[in-house]
C-alpha cells in the first residue's frame, strides 16, 4: 500500500525556519517524481518545489525560490522541505506528493497520484 506522511509543521515566529519531512512507503521504484504543495482555506492547492527523484533535477515556485529548498534524504524515499525565513503568507497546509508513472519532465503539472494528509504551518508576525 503506498502511502506518504509529512511531519514538522508548527507554528513559528517570522524570519523563522521549519523543515518539513515526507516518507513515502510501498513504492517500488526509487525514482519518482515528488514535489511539495500548499494550501489555503478557500484557494487552490499550489505547487512549491518538485523534484526527480532519480536525477536530482529541482524546479521551484517564484514565490519561494531562494527561501525554501527541496531535498531527498539520505534514508529512500524521504524528501524534505527547508523553509527560511518564513513570512506569515507562508501560513497554509503543506502536502507532499508523489508521482511513479512515466514522464518526460517531472515539473508541476504532473498529475501527481499519492497525496500525504498535510501538516499545518502557522508563521506570526
Known amino acids: 500500500q503506498v502511502q506518504l506522511s509529512e511531519s514538522g509543521g508548527a507554528s513559528v515566529q517570522a524570519g523563522g525556519s521549519l523543515r518539513l519531512t515526507c516518507t513515502a512507503s510501498?513504492?517500488?521504484?526509487?525514482?519518482?517524481?515528488m514535489a511539495w504543495f500548499r494550501q489555503t482555506p478557500g484557494k487552490e492547492r499550489e505547487a512549491l518545489a518538485v523534484?526527480?527523484?532519480?536525477?536530482?533535477?529541482?524546479m521551484y515556485h517564484s514565490d519561494i525560490e531562494g527561501r525554501f529548498a527541496i531535498s531527498q534524504g539520505s534514508v529512500k524515499n524521504t524528501l524534505y522541505l527547508q523553509m527560511d525565513n518564513l513570512k506569515p503568507e507562508d501560513s497554509a497546509t503543506y502536502f507532499c506528493?508523489?508521482?511513479?508513472?512515466?514522464?518526460?519532465?517531472?515539473?508541476?503539472?504532473?498529475?501527481?497520484?499519492?497525496w500525504g494528509q498535510g501538516t499545518q504551518v502557522t508563521v506570526s508576525s
Open positions: 506528493a508523489a508521482y511513479d508513472g512515466l514522464w518526460t519532465s517531472c515539473n508541476a503539472r504532473i498529475r501527481f497520484s499519492y
Open positions: 510501498g513504492f517500488t521504484d526509487s525514482r519518482m517524481c
Open positions: 523534484m526527480d527523484t532519480g536525477i536530482g533535477n529541482k
